[in-house]
């Protein structure tokens, strides 16, 4: 079966509907950005920050992280140009507007590098395992400076384990609970059968042939875990 391409997902109509699906249906979703923000204001020397947003459609990463932390910039990358578009309609007219950067393109395509840290939020898990994620990986980690975090947070699990499936159900109840629809919480479920998500053993494996070191888990939400991994 074919990867599921994020694109394959209709797209609420209102953009400030996407930013509230995806607070009901992601396990954490809040948390996960705070976790971040943390995490890079305990990593990163104070003063200026070049943080690089892969999967920087929608905007939230921009969003979340450059509020407070007004000497971080940010170039995004995403291949998906209305995500792109909502990002820049929703960093536009904002102060973040002046130190960040949306592109649509493909991270190997990015000739800027040196980051001081980088995030990738439930993006990886739609770049297929069969060469292509870790290629993806290593772009991450080729643009970045050498100790540089990356924090990342994918779905995690083998579709038909035990587990994992348990863990897909109670996602299905968690998002209605959280003012779902009922249908789409369900059909959601399905479709995320497909999308390229990998065992966390082999997301971590990944992430270390790809040259990231010291990968540490800082947050898991069901079948959503995250890690920071050292360039
Ligand atoms: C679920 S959204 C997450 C967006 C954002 N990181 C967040 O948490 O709100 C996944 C994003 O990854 C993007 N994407 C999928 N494959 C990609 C790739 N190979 N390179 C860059 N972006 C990609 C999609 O276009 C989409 O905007």
Known sequence: MAAMKFQDQKLPERDEDFVVRADQFIPGRRAIFVI?????????????????????????????LGESNLSWSFVGV??????????????????LAARSQVHAKTIDSLEEADFDAATCILTAHFVPDD??????L??????????????????????GEDETELLRRIWV?????????????KSNAEIFKTVAVVSPEREVELLTNAGF???????????????????
């Open 36 to 64: 971040v923000e943390a995490s890079f204001q305990e990593l990163l020397p104070a003063g200026p920050a070049r943080i690089l947003v892969v999967g920087a459609g929608g905007g939230e990463e921009i969003v979340r």
């Open 78 to 95: 995403d291949t998906y140009e209305p995500m792109v578009e909502l990002a820049r309609r929703r960093i536009a007219g904002t102060p």
């Open 131 to 136: 060469g292509s994620k870790l290629a993806f």
């Open 138 to 159: 290593k772009a991450i980690r080729a643009r970045l400076k050498p100790g540089a975090p990356l924090a990342i947070v994918d779905g995690v699990g083998v579709s």
């Open 173 to 185: 109840r968690h998002a209605i609970r959280n003012g779902a629809d009922e249908v789409l919480a």
């Open 213 to 231: 070191d010291r990968v540490t888990p800082i947050f898991r939400g069901l079948a959503i875990k995250g890690w920071l991994a050292f360039a």
